[in-house]
């Protein structure tokens, strides 16, 4: 399996809505609408394919067109991975902006 890397700021979203367990399409979209308050917007089946493909997901249900999906261990560790890398980012931000300010 190629390297992944970062992940993008919707990847981490769709991520996060399966730790609170299996979720269609709708369902993801919503979640991540409502947690981001609108700034994060996903189209119908974003990212789920790709998701897929890489065993961060899988499928769990179909009842018509509707899918569900769940997290796999491998999904849930590159959503932590990412939640380690985003932490020391704001870390490392945070130790800046605070030695800018004692040297003004």
């Known amino acids: 399996m190629k390297e992944r890397g970062t992940l993008t700021e919707s990847m981490f979203y769709v991520l996060m809505s399966f730790l609170r367990g299996q979720m269609c399409g709708i369902e993801i979209t919503e979640f991540v609408e409502r947690k981001t308050n609108g700034r994060v917007r996903l189209g119908p089946g974003t990212l789920l394919g790709k998701f897929q ?26 959503f932590q991975e990412e939640l380690a890398r985003l932490r020391t980012c704001v870390e490392d931000g945070e130790e800046e902006s605070a030695w800018a300010e004692q040297e003004k």
């Open 53 to 78: 493909e890489e065993g961060l997901i899988r499928e769990t249900e179909i009842q018509g067109r509707k899918r569900s999906y769940q997290i796999t261990d491998a999904g849930r560790a590159a």
